[in-house]
């Protein structure tokens, strides 16, 4: 049995003696994925006075705060057009709404995302083709796009999963070429950059024809209850998505096509001026839980930490892990003793799901399929300090020095 590679860990550790289960004591305190109590209380005065504006106001829906949200956001992501709606499944709905698709059109779809992303392909009576990803980036990228694409596709959908803008100069390579649509999924890469080949940067969800984001309480940039926004630089595809989301209307009860009722209030907007503000400061503390994560799990062989692209930023809305082994259930059992919440973000392709049986053609993908049995989500979020990384850290740094003493 080769132990150097245990020994040479465990030197480098100067904690050693810390890090056996004798001598960390589980946490009672409970600790949070996402600890959005501490983060109000920092920013509660602003919050405090934004509320109570929008409620001296009592213009609870629409009006000049929605605007100035609108506003902002089309300036802190460099795109000429934000259109706020309900929520991000409403946003991706919209979106695909203002396309024209007809019946049976093909829409390429990672299977690997949140149910949201192809619910509403399904929903709009469109086709869901569902693809695999990128083992090391989660994401999809153009080659795998492009072995999907038919007469019959109309559309792709990639999600810029846990933080990471997918590839999308050669993504909208390949759109280009075959005349597709791309909407991008952005619900968890608000803010990350992505840098194109000249070196020019465009924020993800603002490069393909369509963005999509949520502003649900745990994502990056969360309100206080629903949100969601819409992105383009299109002139003609912001009035479809304007008036798809109010309605089908252009004038007041005139309604040119059917629409739905998907409204960003004005409490949240209000929510989100402020929590807009502090939006690369929070990116910045998420980057530094991650790397203090990197530091502490990267020489364990059994880990394997996320892997940053050069060409997209990562803002971590999740910190996630792939166990090898198939060591991840045991893991979590470890967690679970000693309080530490985590996430399996996701446990089963979306294929596999009942209510998408009928997309399946009975060929798993291979990637998805091992990245559900083997990631890992840790607690991320913009109010961790050192003593809590570093309880999370040696707590999974003990049940990898375990499992070697075991093997030897
Ligand atoms: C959260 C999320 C959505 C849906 O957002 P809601 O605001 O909850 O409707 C869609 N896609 C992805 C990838 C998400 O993470």
């Given at each position: 049995m080769d132990i150097s590679g245990t020994l040479k860990r465990c030197s480098n550790n100067l904690n050693v003696n810390e890090l056996t289960t004798k001598n960390i004591q589980p946490k009672t305190s409970p600790i949070q994925m996402v600890d959005l109590k501490s983060q109000y209380q920092k920013i509660k005065p602003e919050i405090d006075e934004a509320i109570s504006h929008v409620l001296n106001s009592t213009q609870f829906i629409g009006g000049p705060v929605v605007n100035e949200f609108k506003?902002?956001?089309?300036?802190?992501?460099?795109?000429?057009?934000?259109?706020?709606?309900?929520?991000?499944?409403d946003a991706l709905q919209i979106a695909l709404m203002a396309l024209g698709l007809k019946p049976g059109d093909e829409v390429i779809v990672p299977a690997f995302t949140y149910v949201a992303t192809a619910e509403v392909i399904a929903l709009l009576q469109l086709k869901p083709v569902m693809v695999d990803v990128d083992p090391d980036t989660f994401n999809v990228t153009a080659e795998i796009i492009e072995a999907a694409i038919t007469p019959e596709t109309k559309a792709v959908v990639p999600v810029h999963l846990f933080g990471q803008s997918a590839d999308m100069e050669p993504i909208m390579e390949v759109a280009n070429k075959h005349g597709i649509y791309v909407v991008e999924d952005n619900a968890q890469a608000i803010n990350a950059d992505y840098t194109f080949k000249n070196g020019e940067t465009h924020k993800a969800g603002t490069i393909g024809h369509i963005g999509t984001t949520s502003f649900f309480p745990s994502k990056n940039l969360g309100c206080y209850g629903d949100g969601g926004a819409i992105f383009c630089n299109d002139d003609d595809l912001y009035s479809k998505i304007k008036m798809i989301a109010n309605h089908g209307q252009v004038k007041k009860y005139y309604h040119e096509t059917i629409g739905c009722n998907s409204r960003l209030d004005a409490m949240q907007a209000a929510i989100l001026?402020?929590?807009?503000?502090?939006?690369?400061?929070?990116?910045?503390?998420?980057?530094?839980?991650?790397?203090?994560?990197?530091?502490?799990?990267?020489?364990?062989?059994?880990?394997?930490?996320?892997?940053?692209?050069?060409?997209?930023?990562?803002?971590?809305?999740?910190?996630?892990?792939?166990?090898?082994?198939?060591?991840?259930?045991e893991l979590g059992v470890h967690l679970k003793k000693y309080n530490i919440p985590f996430g399996i973000y996701y446990p089963l392709p979306l294929y596999r799901q009942n209510a998408f049986a009928k997309y399946y053609d009975g060929k798993p993908l291979l990637v998805t399929e091992e990245l559900c049995k083997s990631v890992i989500s840790l607690p991320i979020h913009t109010e961790m300090d050192e003593t809590l990384q570093s309880y999370i850290t040696a707590v999974l740094t003990d049940f990898f020095n375990e499992q070697s003493v075991q093997a030897i």
């Open positions: 506003t902002a956001l089309e300036r802190q992501l460099k795109v000429k057009h934000v259109i706020p709606c309900a929520n991000g499944t001026n402020v929590k807009l503000k502090h939006l690369d400061r929070y990116c910045v503390a998420r980057q530094k839980t991650a790397d203090y994560y990197d530091q502490a799990f990267k020489e364990i062989p059994e880990l394997i930490i996320p892997t940053r692209q050069n060409n997209s930023t990562h803002v971590f809305h999740q910190y996630t892990l792939k166990v090898e082994n198939g060591k991840r259930d």
